[in-house]
């Protein structure tokens, strides 16, 4: 890699929504001082390019457009690669990456693939490919870093969560609850998010995250999954090409055991505009308990020992983020910490590697069949 110290020069494979969002972060953190451009953007689907060229050139950034992800590896205009399409193609795109004669790093979007099979192979194209996902500065020259971007770690009321729990104020974790009450899926290119082949299930595309946080939180990796869920309200009336009809939940609640003894559980409902929080998430340890409310952007903890009177109430505002976009901040500061690892510089935040990302995918995975199958599924079962 030869832009270590001068202009990190990004390349955006999939140029809708999020591809976009992308694009707009990457701009301000620009304007913040970042020696950064996007110089090149991949999607076949030509409004999404139209799009993405009309956003680039306001910014007054010059961008090639390509209709494939080969042609933009091939092009050699970039050292970084942003993912940013549908789920069901960023198996074939990271290993056409990692398999690329030039080393690029990259950032792919969550999830990481949609089967953990998937993922163990994009794990193992980067151990050949002798790739390092590493912790945020800890990069070298030569090292490629590859993330994945579960950036609700980085939301500043989660962020001050962590570092709360870290530190040790709630004692040793025994629960993580976190319920997200929200809107339905937005429409999506070609509808391919209403469709489990596509997305990997609702709990593997839109829970990752959150099964991402358990685990952070719980310090362990999950032992078994037991979850309900069922399409009951959304898109029950929709049809599409060839009479396909959706398939994927719109509500669930999935309980996940720790090997260190400790429990998470998620309450989905995606049939909740009415909500004040969007995510809610409570940590409670053996002294005290915390929780995080998003986009309130507050956190409150409290110990035992103090009760009620005790609790403090925290607003999180953090006046690094520039661009605050569709994910409260997190993709801003996603991408201010990615720079800052490839770059070579500390910063204090987790970053999210392959393995992070397969297992978000493994428990997703897991709650996907405990449903199916009416039972407590073994990580195992899914993992091996």
């Not at 899926?185 to 099964?211: A, I, M, S, Y």
Request: overall charge neutral; proline content about 4%; charged content about 25%.
């Amino acid at each position: 890699m030869t832009a270590e110290m001068g202009m990190i020069k990004y390349g955006i494979i999939g140029a809708g929504m999020m591809g976009r969002e992308h694009l707009m972060n990457l701009h301000h953190l620009r304007n913040d001082g970042g020696a950064v451009a996007v110089v090149c953007v991949a999607d076949p689907h030509v409004p999404s390019q139209q799009l993405a060229l009309h956003l680039a050139l306001s910014f007054q950034w010059s961008i090639q457009v390509f209709s494939g992800h080969k042609q933009l590896l091939d092009s050699g205009l970039c050292d970084v690669v942003i993912v940013s399409t549908p789920n069901m193609t960023h198996h074939e795109i990271l290993m056409d990456i990692l398999s690329h004669p030039k080393p690029h790093h990259v950032l792919v979007e969550k999830p990481l693939c949609t089967t953990v099979e998937q993922c163990k192979e994009v794990m193992e194209a980067a151990g050949r490919r002798q790739t390092r996902s590493l912790p945020a500065g800890q990069a070298r020259a030569g090292d490629v870093l590859v993330r994945v971007g579960l950036e609700y770690r980085y939301m500043p009321p989660v962020a001050k969560l962590v570092e709360i729990v870290e530190g040790g104020s709630l004692g040793r974790v025994k629960m993580v609850a976190i319920r997200e009450h929200r809107f339905p899926f937005l429409v999506k290119v070609n509808n391919w998010n209403r469709f489990n082949g596509n997305t990997g299930g609702t709990l593997v595309e839109k829970c990752c995250h959150f099964f991402d946080l358990m685990r952070l939180f719980a310090g362990a990796n999950p032992v078994r999954v037991m979850a309900s869920g069922a399409m009951d309200v959304n898109h029950k009336d929709e049809v599409y090409e060839d009479d396909k009809v959706p398939d994927i939940i719109d509500n669930a609640y999935v309980i996940v055991e720790f090997e260190n003894g400790s429990r998470g559980m998620l309450d989905l409902c995606m049939f909740a505009e009415g909500s004040k929080n969007e995510q809610e998430i409570s940590v409670t340890g053996d002294v005290g308990k915390g929780e995080a409310f998003i986009p309130e952007n507050i956190v409150r903890w409290g110990l035992r020992e103090e009760g009620r009177l005790g609790v403090k109430t925290i607003n999180t505002k953090d006046d690094r983020i520039k661009y605050e976009g569709l994910h409260h901040g997190s993709s801003y500061m996603e991408h201010l910490h990615f720079l800052a690892a490839i770059r070579g510089r500390r910063r204090r935040a987790p970053a999210a590697g392959l393995y992070d990302g397969m297992i978000s995918v493994a428990m997703g995975v897991a709650a996907q069949l405990s449903i199916e199958k009416g039972r407590f599924v073994h990580i195992n079962e899914v993992l091996n």
